[in-house]
């Protein structure tokens, strides 16, 4: 079953450039974006999940600092001032 899709015409503009840039049919181009887009959003999703199960695997153990010692280095890092 086909889906249809309104874009704006800025959108639809960009889009066609692109699938002539590559000489290819703008449904194809179309469909190779989303595809990227859905797949990244899934890999992004179970980087996010595996990250916190992480931290509370290290929470669990021990593995932990304090807010304070996290800041001072996140000041030094980023060159950022002390607190006042």
């Known amino acids: 079953m086909p889906i249809v899709i309104t874009l704006s ?5 960009l889009l066609r450039d ?3 840039r590559q000489g290819q049919d703008v449904s194809l181009v ?3 974006l989303l595809t990227s887009v859905l797949e990244w959003e899934v890999q992004e999703s ?3 999940i ?3 199960q992480q931290g509370l695997d ?3 153990t021990g593995r932990f600092r ?5 800041a001072q280095e996140q000041r030094r890092k980023y060159n ?3 607190d006042s």
């Open 66 to 70: 304090s807010f304070h010692e996290f």
């Open 50 to 52: 595996k990250g916190i």
């Open 9 to 13: 015409p800025e959108l639809e503009a």
């Open 58 to 60: 290290d929470f669990e």
């Open 30 to 32: 179309a469909s190779e």
């Open 18 to 20: 692109k699938a002539t």
């Open 80 to 82: 950022l001032p002390a």
């Open 46 to 48: 179970e980087e996010a």
